[in-house]
């Protein structure tokens, strides 16, 4: 569980607090999306989370967080990555081998794996993300999408407890965005992972997602299940962040004062949602 | 006007597949025109013929009436404007006029008009001229990016990905100054991967799909072109997704407002 209270940082040389008074609760096993504007702070929250904050950033912490009962600033920075695997925002930051297979042994060897787990850990990380292919190319010579897959299956293989994400499908069509965010589900569901990810993309993170947080210019605006926070549209409206057109359509159809519309978060909900409205009046009509 | 006759492309010589298989197509001047696909299908090397970054293995790129293959790029670069995904791989001075002024001095502008057109940009999108580039956010240094092109006054401008890490504020912003663009005359070609986006701004699609073009339509009718969107792995918009699934005439529906009201009528009926 990852519990943060009263959090608030304030980088070294920075007029004000980049992040205010956050108070929020991960369970183990959660899927949840943070989104924001540009700014707003999540990219800090995930450096609070994975303990780069304080121990690499430095700067004014206030509060705690706390991870499976590790308090992040009393933690060495090692101890903290063996529980939270991070895949960064620039993932050629991330890159520190030449060839595929030498990325995912750096990690794997770091944290001391023996060595007879290593290839049976590399095979099976490469083959969920689909990227058995890629094993012996040169990095440099990878798509961004490509280069993106192997930074998740160099942290996959760790086998971490908690997978915190920073934007992972930037570089990503939205085919291989949703394979993306698949794998992620089922390592939640399946492995019982916590995940975490920072993404613009509503619609994968209304699809995929358990719970949403909201952060605007450093607070916490909302942090609840997916539908409770879409049932608040106005919320996300207010923090820059557009809705799914479904969950518009359905906010449109209340507006005509059709009652009792769901949220729908997704296409498969909206079809769902206009059937029965649609079959409810033609049995009336009957 | 941009014009492809028979376009083919190879990064690598000995490659047994082209990049780009034998592709054709025109564009007249003021069209907006998005080029959809998945990774790897070719789109940005499209775009980089255009600018003439890239010439091509075989066939011609005519912009303007001037074949590529006989300017160099840097002549082409008045004319296309590149808008990267990445706004720092484009973006080098310390502050946003000297940024702006810079492809200007490139391009042989003389001082006086320098000046004049860097203070109409900056007036237009309302910049800070000595704020530092690099002190801004991502999606502010695509706007510093965009008005740096839109200062050269180009016939074309190519958006490669430009929304790519920009939150829908900014992304609004970026679209509606292109939109604006466009009405005055500008021809736009972007390549995205936001659909919803390529809907709201585009008027014409091209899909691409292992190097060719697969369908060259409007963006109602490419979407709802099933074999296309699965040969290239692409998902429809959600509202046309939708009416896809319910038939019945929903299927008509572009918009969350078209479809609200098909809703509503077939209600009333």
């Known amino acids: 569980m990852i519990s943060i209270s009263d959090f608030s940082f304030k980088y070294d040389g920075a007029e004000k607090n980049v992040l205010n008074n956050i108070n929020m609760t991960i369970e183990d096993g959660d899927f949840l999306g943070i989104i924001g504007h540009s700014g707003a702070g999540k990219s800090t929250l995930t450096y609070a989370i994975n303990a780069i904050i304080p121990h690499y950033y430095k700067g004014d912490f206030y509060g705690a967080i706390n991870i499976d009962g590790l308090d992040t600033v009393d933690t060495n920075l090692t101890d903290i990555s063996k529980l939270v695997g991070s895949v960064c925002q620039d993932i050629d930051s991330q890159m520190v081998s030449a060839v595929v297979e030498d990325e995912m042994l750096y990690g794997l060897e770091n944290f001391d794996i023996p060595k007879e787990e290593i290839e049976e850990r590399i095979c099976s990380a490469l083959n969920e993300i689909g990227i058995s292919h890629l094993r012996k190319r040169n990095i440099n010579s990878l798509s961004g999408g490509q280069k993106q897959k192997v930074a998740i299956a160099s942290i996959i293989a760790l086998k971490p407890k908690i997978l915190l994400l920073d934007e992972p499908t930037g570089e990503l069509d939205p085919q291989s965005s949703r394979q993306v965010f698949l794998l992620l589900k089922e390592m939640s569901e399946k492995h019982g992972i916590t995940v975490i990810v920072v993404e613009q993309k509503i619609m994968l993170l209304c699809e995929f997602a358990k719970h949403l947080a909201v952060i605007d210019h450093g607070k916490l605006i909302v942090h609840d299940k997916v539908e409770k926070v879409l049932e608040s549209s106005e919320i996300l409206e207010q923090s820059g962040i557009n809705c799914p057109r479904t969950v518009t359509l359905s906010n449109a159809l209340r507006k005509q004062g059709i009652e009792n519309i769901p949220v729908c978060k997704t296409v498969d909900e909206a079809e769902k949602m206009v059937k029965s409205l649609i079959e409810k009046e033609d049995s009336l009509n009957d | ?269």
């Open chain 2, 1 to 269: 006007m941009i014009e492809f006759k028979n376009v083919s492309f190879s990064y690598d010589s000995k490659a047994k597949e082209h990049t780009i298989k034998d592709v054709s197509f025109k564009i007249e001047k003021g069209e907006f025109v998005s080029v959809i696909g998945s990774n790897g299908a070719g789109k940005s090397t499209v775009s980089k013929l255009i600018n003439g970054l890239l010439k091509p293995s075989s066939g011609d790129v005519i912009i303007s009436g001037t074949n590529i293959k006989t300017v160099p790029a840097s002549r082409l670069s008045k004319e296309v404007g590149f808008l990267f995904q990445n706004p720092d791989r484009q973006i080098c001075c310390d502050t946003i006029k000297k940024e702006l002024s810079f492809g200007l001095k490139l391009a042989g502008i003389s001082e006086e008009e320098t000046e004049a057109r860097v203070m109409e940009v900056i007036r237009d999108f309302g910049f800070e001229p000595d704020t530092n580039p690099f002190l801004i956010s991502r999606g502010e240094r695509q706007r510093v990016a965009l008005a740096s092109l839109i200062a050269l006054r180009p016939e074309i401008i190519i958006l490669d990905e430009p929304t790519t890490g920009l939150d829908y504020n900014e992304c609004t912003h970026i679209m509606e100054k292109v939109k604006e663009l466009n009405s005055v005359g500008v021809t736009v070609f972007m390549v995205c991967h936001d659909m919803e986006l390529v809907l709201d701004y585009s008027e014409r699609i091209l899909v691409m799909s292992d190097g060719k073009i697969i369908c060259d339509s409007v963006p109602h009718n490419a979407f709802r072109n099933e074999a296309a969107m699965k040969s290239a792995c692409i998902i429809p918009p959600q509202i046309i997704e939708l009416g896809i699934r319910l038939k019945n005439g929903f299927e008509s529906a572009d918009t969350t407002d078209e479809m609200a009201s098909l809703i509503a009528e077939r209600r009333n009926s």
